[in-house]
């Protein structure tokens, strides 16, 4: 044999990693090198000139710190209030059965696919000072003068958490689906009772889910806007919004580099120190072993924390001892327990508020009068014919549908070999291709968007449909990857073995068997990222110029002017489309786990 064949015939050390190339060619072109270029461009001054001018300047100035303690401040109320009222729904869900747990968590999606830009629209109706709740709050007497519910700090908050708290939810849940039902079952026959039970086994292992749903929710929250910017006041003045300003109105890319890269500073320090303790394995629902290795600090907390747990297990006992000594059982049937009954009732109340935007959308856009109220004044359908009978709206909406099925289908094409790759491989890199491709969630998207608009806008793609593509495809392919892995750690791997052994080629068996099999996974990846380009504003509002405007960017237009019942329509027809989309998507699954 000559050394040319040994050499074609060695396996080569790279191919392991063969389906995940392509991905990390497209992140490091579309996604690092633009972020680099970002902070490289920081550094000069307007000349182009080596400068440290604009850092200078925001340390100097004492607004732009200010601005980073309201972001801060946000941001870190927002992570508490949605992973408070998250975990109840999360933990219901994980404890139901899986018939119940599919129908509520259509409820939880229903708004985590939904737009952005609709569920805000839907707190301006509610919260104004002629809306519902301050209708209601006068109908019961609670109050003369209406309550100031928007545009400040209140508004921002019911906005910020209505917005990401599904998020938290979803994270959670990841995790709790993965705890063990039967150490419960282990705690009760040592004597344990449900309080007890939760705080000393099932809470401690739970926390993983929710240091990673604290961690996503509150770096999506540093790089927010839409929320602020509709439903808070100049007190709520976030970083984002002021480097909207400086790109787009002030044409000053260097000082926006600067701050975007302070943001960006501030979101990897919280990633550093989030890994540090966890790991970002848990990002994709998986637990983390301790190294065994703790600082004093560390031994502190974990002391400190145990103690906690202890005496809230020793309190939910006694509370559950009082309660059954009032309502000892009836004959050989046990009472229902109370903290059961506690939980649905926190968690369809947290479910509701989650819902109750969509419930005002709808009726809004059929109102017949010229402005927004609810109740709405009348029955007509004239909104819906000024939607449709506008060609700035219809194009916004068909450019919107084109490119997000673009985005589905290149995410799709990139991230599932990468996510059969990062399951089925033992690559040595693996665990820095993961942190690569989850790279685009961990950054805000404020920064992404910046650094991308100013790499697009020498290479002639701002006010393309290519350029949006491109860039949404960047922040839906972390999702398509996830999802994937999540649906392949439970797929058997020897049904392929099988049909290898009897004859069938790589591609056959692909595609008859493992492909069907995992029809479900690939087509809830495709929605995720789908909806997250349907949806996407933040690098629509920089990369479409004003030239190809996307839905979302016509509607933040409109509603930044006047807030008005053509908004309306619009935000139920995107709402329709989402649970048309959702509901025929849960239909697909079901069938093919029938099949």
């Known amino acids: 044999m000559s050394g040319a064949e040994r050499v074609l015939r060695r396996p080569s050390r790279w191919r392991p990693y063969a389906g995940v190339v392509p991905l990390a060619l497209f992140l490091l072109l579309l996604f690092v090198y633009p972020i ?10 307007k000349a182009g000139e080596p400068s440290t001018e604009h850092y200078g300047a925001v340390v100097a ?11 801060f401040e946000i941001a870190g109320w927002t992570t508490i209030f949605s992973v408070l009222a998250g ?6 869900l994980a404890t139901s059965s899986e018939s119940t747990r599919s129908r509520l968590l259509l409820w939880v999606m229903l708004p985590f696919w939904t737009s952005f830009l609709v569920r805000t629209f839907a707190w301006i109706v509610l919260l104004s000072q002629k809306g519902p709740l301050n209708r209601l709050v006068a109908a019961l007497g609670l109050s003369d003068a209406p309550l100031s519910l928007i545009y400040n700090f209140t508004g921002t908050m019911i906005g910020m958490v209505h917005a990401l708290m599904p998020l938290a939810v979803l994270t959670m849940l990841s995790v709790m689906t993965n705890i063990d039902p039967r150490l419960r079952g282990a705690a ?10 939760f705080w000393r086994v099932y809470f401690p292992l739970s926390l993983p889910g929710v240091a990673a749903a604290a961690l996503m929710v509150f770096i999506t929250a540093l790089g927010f806007f839409i929320t602020p910017a509709l439903l808070g006041g100049r007190r709520e003045t976030m970083i984002s919004q002021v480097i909207i300003i400086q790109v787009q109105d002030l044409l000053n890319w260097s000082f926006a580099g600067a701050l975007s890269v302070v943001l960006l500073a501030s979101a990897l320090l919280i990633f550093i120190l989030y890994d540090r303790l966890l790991g970002i394995s848990t990002l994709s629902g998986e637990a983390r072993a301790g190294t065994g290795r703790k600082t004093l600090l560390g031994r502190i907390g974990d002391a400190i924390g145990a103690a906690a747990v202890a005496v809230l297990g020793r309190i939910c006992d006694i509370v559950q001892r009082a309660w059954e000594a009032l309502r000892p059982p009836r004959g050989d049937r046990a009472r229902r327990p109370m903290a059961r009954g506690v939980l649905w009732l926190a968690g369809l109340a947290i479910i509701g508020f989650l819902v ?3 419930l005002v959308v709808i009726p809004v856009s059929l109102t017949g009068g010229n402005f927004v109220t609810f109740p709405p004044e009348g029955f007509s359908l004239r909104w819906y ?14 450019r919107s549908f084109a490119v997000a099925a673009l985005t589905g289908v290149l995410a799709m094409l990139l991230g599932v070999p990468a996510a059969f790759m990062l399951v089925r491989s033992r690559a040595r890199a693996k665990t820095a291709l993961i942190a690569l491709i989850l790279s685009p969630l961990i950054i805000p998207r404020i920064v992404v968007a910046v650094a991308v608009y100013v790499v697009y806008a020498r290479i002639g ?10 860039g949404h495809t960047v922040l839906a392919v972390p999702y398509v990857v996830i999802t994937m892995m999540a649906v392949l750690k439970t797929y058997d791997e020897r049904l392929d073995q099988a049909a290898a052994s009897l004859g069938a080629s790589p591609w056959k068996t692909l595609t008859k068997v493992t492909f069907p099999l995992l029809r479900g996974g690939m087509i809830a990846s495709f929605l995720f990222a789908f909806i997250t380009s349907f949806d996407e504003l933040t690098i629509s509002l920089f990369v479409s110029g004003g030239l190809v405007s996307t839905l979302p960017r016509q509607m933040w237009n409109d509603m930044l002017l006047q807030v008005n ?31």
């Open 461 to 470: 793609l701002v006010g393309t449909s290519v350029g949006l593509v491109l």
């Open 385 to 398: 014919q000024e939607y449709l009978g506008s060609n700035v709206w219809v194009e916004a909406t068909l």
């Open 36 to 45: 680099v270029d970002l902070l490289w461009l920081s550094f000069f001054d």
């Open 565 to 595: 019942p053509t908004l309306a329509a619009v935000s139920t027809t995107m709402l329709v489309i989402i649970t048309a989309i959702i509901l025929g998507a849960e239909y697909l699954r079901r069938r093919a786990v029938k099949a």
């Open 87 to 92: 975990y109840p729904v999360a933990y219901l």
């Open 356 to 358: 109750l935007p969509a």
């Open 61 to 71: 100035n004492p607004v732009w710190f200010r601005v980073m303690l309201i972001t």
């Open 188 to 197: 009760a026959t040592l004597g344990a009772r449900g309080g007890e039970t």
